[in-house]
């Protein structure tokens, strides 16, 4: 919920961080590029021949083979490195999206609503392009978006919630507990999945870390028995909200999708939450459709969906079911969940990060005051290594690394394989730590003398020092070539910061991020395509 605030404002310094990232300006805001009615977002659908459908495959195939990383360097950078919107940029657009989860039947929509743009040159560049592009993913996601509202007439207000093995639905269980503790709601929970004896153990756990009661038996004891028994004891306690847990099942398990109707019947809940693992792609699809069909799902969480999950497949998963989204898991701990917003998501299957939760996640630990002020200093290129400590140090508050770089435009998809150490933070403020006012100040009057004073009394090498020195300039430039631009120049400016070799602290060896589309470019194939200039049919 956000505070009702007078629009004629001027905007605080982390509103513009926000709008800057994701052009969200007045053209955006005023709904253009977005449809009227968000009801009616649901693609058409397209019925494709036996031979469209092969050669579909064999484009994605080709690409899987020929791409490999290409994916991790987003559709953003893709876009915006180019200079002129021609057949080749749409399909590797197209190749990206499949590769991204997005699925068949919604691609061909974006496409072709994009190919119409351009045949009609209402898009004049790339980064006009790249709106575009963010504009029908997000009409996609649109209808799919929406908050869980408890209804306090009912006491207890009963949630079920289901999901095949391995999908944390029993961590999510414990974050959905929390979050609802912290809207006022007391809640209890059921231990459903008495397969397990470790669920149970698990699902007592996260109650002991929130003060929160759990109703269960011993293993192998019938589950509707169990959750029956929940919900008498959260009537009689007058509790909130019962959340009720079930085992872990494959959909294509008889037996235990009959178990699971029995529950169902048993406790007839409020809502049933089907939990979903966001890395599975298109497997998710499947169990979405199993579960759905037996259960009638009213919402979705997906999890794991950290730094490297494109979240593509939430657009099939909402198509398959009709169920609207209502969170997303970020991480293992209690606190990480977040509502599902579908101009954040849309920014991520471009590969351009999350910068909206970024700066959400800096409002809670930097002031406005404070905040303006250094991005004044950032602007002028006057930043000073007792700034980057602050900065360092307000990072480590905010979260892991490897979690937050991930959220930036270009950077997420990449670090899939990259072991980012946050101990070396300790490292680079030990050498901040050993350096004088004077030098903090300047670091340019860091000759070899002070160098090898510094690293010797942070305990690491003289090449560690300068690779910091250097790593501070690099940022320094870049925060200053980022100041004022739109998302185009702040992503130009990040692609400039890995060309030049510069790094964050504790990144080194991350892959550098290649520019333009020679080195983004996966050779698809033509067949079956006709040229789109002209304003001729793709088929």
């Given at each position: 919920?956000?505070?009702?605030?007078?629009?004629?404002?001027?905007?605080?310094?982390?509103?513009?961080?926000?709008?800057?990232?994701?052009?969200?300006?007045?053209?955006?805001?005023?709904?253009?590029?977005?449809?009227?009615?968000?009801?009616?977002?649901?693609?058409?659908?397209?019925e494709?021949?036996?031979?469209?459908k092969?050669?579909?495959?064999?484009?994605?195939?080709?690409?899987?083979?020929?791409?490999?990383?290409?994916?991790?360097?987003?559709?953003?950078?893709?876009?915006?490195?180019?200079?002129t919107?021609?057949?080749?940029?749409?399909?590797?657009?197209?190749?990206?999206?499949?590769?991204?989860?997005?699925?068949i039947?919604?691609?061909?929509?974006?496409?072709?609503?994009?190919?119409?743009?351009?045949?009609?040159?209402?898009?004049?560049?790339?980064?006009?392009?790249?709106?575009?592009l963010?504009?029908?993913?997000?009409?996609?996601?649109?209808?799919?978006?929406?908050?869980?509202?408890?209804d306090?007439?009912?006491?207890?207000?009963?949630?079920l919630?289901?999901?095949?093995?391995g999908?944390?639905?029993?961590?999510?269980?414990?974050?959905?507990?929390?979050?609802?503790?912290?809207l006022?709601?007391?809640?209890?929970?059921?231990?459903?999945?008495?397969?397990?004896?470790?669920?149970?153990?698990?699902?007592?756990?996260?109650?002991?870390?929130?003060?929160?009661?759990?109703?269960?038996?011993?293993?192998?004891?019938?589950?509707?028995?169990?959750?029956?028994?929940?919900?008498?004891?959260?009537?009689?306690?007058?509790?909130?909200?019962?959340?009720?847990?079930?085992?872990?099942?494959?959909?294509?398990?008889?037996?235990?999708?009959?178990?699971?109707?029995?529950?169902?019947?048993?406790?007839?809940?409020?809502q049933?939450?089907?939990?979903?693992?966001?890395?599975?792609?298109?497997?998710?699809?499947?169990?979405?459709?199993?579960?759905?069909?037996?259960?009638?799902?009213?919402?979705?969480?997906?999890?794991?969906?950290?730094?490297?999950?494109?979240?593509?497949?939430?657009?099939?998963?909402?198509?398959?079911?009709?169920?609207?989204?209502?969170?997303?898991?970020?991480?293992?701990?209690?606190?990480?969940?977040?509502?599902?917003?579908?101009?954040?998501?849309?920014?991520?299957?471009?590969?351009?990060?999350?910068?909206?939760?970024?700066?959400?996640?800096?409002?809670?630990?930097?002031?406005?005051?404070?905040?303006?002020?250094?991005?004044?200093?950032?602007?002028k290129?006057?930043?000073?290594?007792?700034?980057?400590?602050?900065?360092?140090?307000?990072?480590?508050?905010?979260?892991?690394?490897?979690?937050?770089?991930?959220?930036?435009?270009?950077?997420?998809?990449?670090?899939?394989?990259?072991?980012?150490?946050?101990?070396?933070?300790?490292?680079?403020?030990?050498?901040?730590?050993?350096?004088?006012l004077?030098?903090?100040?300047?670091?340019?009057?860091?000759?070899?003398?002070?160098?090898?004073?510094?690293?010797?009394?942070s305990?690491?090498?003289?090449?560690?020092?300068?690779?910091?020195?250097?790593?501070?300039?690099?940022?320094?430039?870049?925060?200053?070539?980022m100041?004022?631009?739109?998302?185009?120049?702040?992503?130009?400016?990040?692609?400039?910061?890995?060309?030049?070799?510069?790094?964050?602290?504790?990144?080194?060896?991350?892959?550098m991020?290649?520019?333009?589309?020679?080195?983004?470019?996966?050779?698809?194939?033509?067949?079956?395509?006709?040229?789109?200039?002209?304003?001729?049919?793709?088929?």
């Amino acid at each position: 919920m956000s505070d009702s605030a007078d629009s004629k404002e001027k905007p605080g310094f982390f509103s513009r961080i926000k709008d800057g990232f994701t052009g969200a300006g007045e053209d955006l805001a005023a709904g253009e590029g977005f449809i009227e009615d968000a009801e009616l977002a649901p693609w058409q659908h397209v019925e494709l021949t036996d031979e469209q459908k092969m050669r579909l495959f064999e484009r994605l195939t080709r690409g899987l083979q020929q791409t490999g990383s290409n994916i991790g360097q987003g559709l953003g950078n893709l876009i915006l490195g180019q200079k002129t919107i021609d057949d080749d940029l749409l399909e590797e657009i197209e190749t990206q999206l499949l590769m991204a989860d997005i699925g068949i039947e919604a691609t061909q929509t974006i496409i072709d609503n994009i190919t119409d743009k351009v045949n009609r040159k209402q898009l004049a560049d790339s980064e006009a392009l790249y709106q575009a592009l963010q504009g029908e993913l997000t009409n996609l996601l649109v209808p799919a978006q929406q908050e869980l509202v408890i209804d306090g007439s009912h006491k207890p207000y009963v949630i079920l919630m289901v999901g095949v093995n391995g999908v944390g639905k029993t961590t999510t269980i414990g974050k959905l507990a929390k979050q609802l503790q912290v809207l006022g709601k007391s809640v209890m929970l059921a231990a459903g999945d008495t397969f397990r004896a470790a669920a149970v153990e698990q699902l007592q756990v996260w109650g002991e870390r929130n003060n929160v009661p759990v109703v269960a038996q011993h293993t192998g004891a019938d589950s509707a028995s169990v959750i029956f028994d929940a919900l008498q004891a959260a009537k009689s306690r007058e509790v909130d909200v019962l959340i009720a847990d079930t085992a872990g099942r494959l959909h294509i398990n008889d037996e235990l999708m009959t178990e699971l109707r029995s529950v169902n019947k048993a406790l007839n809940p409020h809502q049933i939450l089907l939990v979903v693992d966001a890395m599975t792609g298109q497997d998710a699809v499947n169990s979405a459709k199993a579960f759905h069909e037996q259960l009638s799902i009213d919402g979705v969480i997906l999890t794991k969906f950290d730094s490297d999950t494109r979240g593509g497949a939430a657009l099939t998963v909402r198509k398959i079911t009709g169920a609207p989204l209502k969170f997303i898991g970020t991480g293992e701990h209690v606190d990480k969940i977040e509502e599902f917003h579908a101009d954040r998501i849309a920014s991520r299957i471009l590969g351009m990060g999350d910068v909206v939760s970024l700066v959400e996640k800096a409002q809670e630990e930097v002031n406005e005051e404070e905040a303006e002020e250094m991005a004044a200093k950032m602007a002028k290129g006057e930043l000073t290594m007792d700034d980057f400590l602050k900065q360092l140090r307000t990072l480590r508050r905010m979260g892991p690394m490897k979690q937050l770089l991930g959220m930036l435009p270009g950077v997420g998809s990449m670090l899939k394989d990259v072991d980012i150490d946050d101990k070396q933070l300790d490292r680079v403020e030990g050498m901040v730590n050993s350096m004088t006012l004077e030098e903090r100040k300047n670091v340019k009057k860091l000759d070899q003398s002070r160098r090898k004073r510094i690293s010797s009394g942070s305990g690491t090498k003289t090449e560690d020092v300068s690779r910091l020195t250097k790593q501070f300039d690099m940022i320094s430039k870049m925060s200053k070539q980022m100041s004022g631009v739109g998302v185009k120049g702040k992503v130009a400016a990040m692609r400039e910061l890995q060309k030049s070799g510069g790094s964050l602290p504790g990144m080194e060896g991350m892959p550098m991020m290649p520019g333009g589309r020679g080195s983004t470019k996966s050779q698809s194939p033509k067949r079956g395509f006709k040229k789109r200039k002209g304003g001729k049919k793709r088929r």
